[in-house]
């Protein structure tokens, strides 16, 4: 049986990424990266009820909770993992000025924002996957 908290965090995860695919539609690239990363950290949020049994920690880095997670079992392809530190940067250059130097709308272009998707889209499916079958 799956956990409470663990749909929530699953659940957050897909809203999250429905935002970065509408934002993708409008062409708001620093909006779908930075729903991109919340999804893909929400995700592993979730993962930390199935493979650590444990509240996730206060962080924000995806590699981070990804590391944390992999200790105890869970791991994506490695195709994947090598793309995540690229979604780290997004937590904060696609909302503060004065980290993206510029205006964040300036920050994530049209390609980067359509790898920004795509990855958490996929992340999102193994975390997902993984949660009904390991819990």
Known sequence: ??????LLW???????LV???DALKRGRW????FFAQQAVEKA??????VVR???????????????????????LPPELEEQLRVLNKYYIVTRYPD?????PSESVDRIEAERAYNLAKRVLEHVERYVEQGS
């Open 30 to 33: 620093f909006r779908t990266a």
């Open 53 to 75: 049994r444990e509240e996730p920690p206060k962080i924000r880095a995806v590699t981070e909770l990804y590391a944390m997670s992999r200790e105890s079992g869970f791991a």
């Open 99 to 103: 980290a993206a130097n510029g205006l």
């Open 10 to 16: 699953i659940g957050a995860a897909r809203e999250d």
């Open 44 to 49: 592993f949020k979730a993962l930390f009820f």
């Open 1 to 6: 049986m799956i956990r409470g908290e663990v």
């Open 19 to 21: 935002d970065a695919e």
